[in-house]
Each structure stands twice: as structure tokens, then as C-alpha cells.
């Protein structure tokens, strides 16, 4: 897709509930790249490993990161871009990314959602209570902890080399899906 010898990356950040892997699957489908998602690998290993109560699932945090790094790792040595996302927190996932921009020829494209913070809770509940998210996660459990953490709405972006694009996500039908899709692809193939 790129004209010049880097790699793109699409990068999507951004607290829970902003819409990032609704997002990204539908940019993932429409760009024709590999999806990679923290929710996806943790379900993944709750699936493998079993699950049972909310300390189990906060113990599976770091493998589940230490895994997503590990399949962007091998997207970029293969120079092959991608989606990767997360609600990546910056004290971490900063260097990690640093730590990739050295070591191989990358672009970044990071997408930021945010939304309002009372917006984002709700939402938050309402996936909690659909069944439709894997129970392993156990959000049911840790309401009073992310009504605090959601309550600013946003996370700060990654202080990395590369564009920067805030998206609000507090009203979906808003969101001008068909300009990001383009400003995307510009991104894709411009050197």
C-alpha cells in the first residue's frame, strides 16, 4: 500500500466504549488489513485458559499485552501494515511503540476516541448487561472503578512520532465514517 520503504500502522487508542473495535473492524474490512485487538486476544485466552472472577482477568492484562506486541512485531518485520487496538495507557505503551519506531521503519496513524465521560459509563453498563461481551471480562464487577476512569472521557494519546487524529465518539451517528476511511487510506500510500 505504501509508496516508500516504511510500514504503515494504524493505531486505535482510546477508553473503553469509544467504538475503537467497531471502528477498527470496519476500517480493518474496508482497508483489507489484519485486525489486531487486545478484547479479541484476552477472550482468546480466556477461552484456552478458562476464566473466573475479575482478579483473574487483571492477571491476564499483561499477557495479553506482552501477545499483541508480539503479533505487531511480526506484522512489522514482515513490513506488512495493520490495525492494532487497545485503551493503550501511555506510561506504558509509549516506549513500546518508541521501542518499534527504532527498530523498524514505521509510520503511525494514531486514531484517538473519546467521548463524554457519563456517555462512555452507560455505554459501559449497557455492554456489561447485553451478554454479548465474554463474561470472563466480569465489567459487572467493576462499576464503581470505571465510572471514575471513564469519568474525563478520554485518554491522553501516545507521544509518538507520526499523525495524530482525535476522534468524538459520544454521538456515533455523528461520526463522518466515510472522511476518516480516506484520510486513512491517503495515509497509506503517501511517503
Known sequence: MSTDKTTPLILITGHPCTGKTTLGLRLAADLRLPFINKDGIKEQLFESLGWSD????????????????????????????????????????TEEFHTRQHNFPLRIFQLLCYADGQILFERFQLRSESGERHPGHQDHLAYDEWRTRLSNGRLEPLQLDGTLYELDTSDFAAIDYKHILNTIRDFLVIS
Not at 492484562?61 to 506486541?69: M, Q, V
Open 54 to 93: 475479575r482478579e483473574a482477568s487483571r492477571r491476564l492484562a499483561p499477557t495479553t499485552f506482552a501477545l499483541l506486541y508480539y503479533f505487531l512485531t511480526a506484522q512489522l518485520r514482515a513490513g506488512q501494515p495493520c490495525i492494532i487496538e487497545a485503551n493503550f495507557d501511555p506510561a506504558f505503551a
